[in-house]
């Protein structure tokens, strides 16, 4: 045993010189455990002056017995891939990594744009581009910044797909393992009509209203809008508390839930200017809308 621990204390003294995961040397260099413990009997026997066999007791036994059934356990792990998946995460880390950006067309006669919103935070910026734009911010763990950084750029994905004058914009899951998206940032053009769905924390920054919005969520929504907007914000919400921001909301009514009047939903309205645009909003119980003007 003696031996055993010697070895042992020398491996993983080596592995923290050379910075090496000592999980990565011990999984490496554990069969050696066997190789030690029989020349540590082989030695013991031949040292021996009487030439009396070696004798272990209980104990001594069922230690040997562990050791051995510790090695062929590990060993089965290491074979089914355990061990490596295990050694990654020791010696990796997260990392908040920004993606790179994915430009997406937009047809000349596309009119309006739905969003499916993704399952974390989306910012919403609309811009004089023509076309579609959006980077994601995600944790990955990885053992370095740059494997991180392209475990991000394959993972993240946004699809988009066109019905007549519709375009539809999709987030996904992030296909790479160890990576999860935290926000989506998305640039559109202001020219067009704009559905949002099944929002969970969505900032929406107008610089120019130009189109009419619908946005329906169960999340907390934030809109800025330039102080001269022709706008006109109808929502509907659980109180009168979930409406916020810088504008005056006025309370226009209420809808019955399931005509039960005392779960009614309050319906609010604020005018803008001329109330040219639209801007409806429908949120879930427990949401809250800020409209700020800039």
Known sequence: MGLVLIGTGLSLFIAKINNKAVFDAVVKWWPLTF?????????LSCCRKDNTPVKYDLFSIF?????????????????????????????????????????????PDTNKLVINAPFCDLKIQTCESTEISSY????????????????????????????????????????????????????IPQNLDVEVHDGHMVQIYADQLDNNWKIAGHGDLQIFIPHQADLTIKAVVDENTSLGGSVKWEETGTIDNNNDSSNAKKLAQVKLGTGTQSMDIILDSGSSVSVNQL
């Open 35 to 43: 190789v030690l413990l029989g020349l540590e009997v082989l030695i």
């Open 136 to 187: 994601s911010y995600a944790l990955a763990r990885a053992d370095s910044q740059k494997v991180a950084q392209n475990l991000v750029n394959k993972g993240v994905r946004v699809e988009s797909n066109t019905s007549g004058k519709t375009q539809y914009i999709s987030f996904k899951l992030p296909a790479a393992e160890g990576v999860r998206t935290t926000e989506y940032t998305l640039f």
């Open 63 to 107: 230690i040997i017995l562990l050791i051995v059934f510790c090695g062929l356990g590990l060993y089965g792990l290491d074979s089914i891939g355990v061990t490596g998946k295990i050694n990654n995460y020791l010696t990796s880390q997260d990392y908040h990594i920004r993606s790179s950006t994915i430009d997406i067309a937009v047809a």
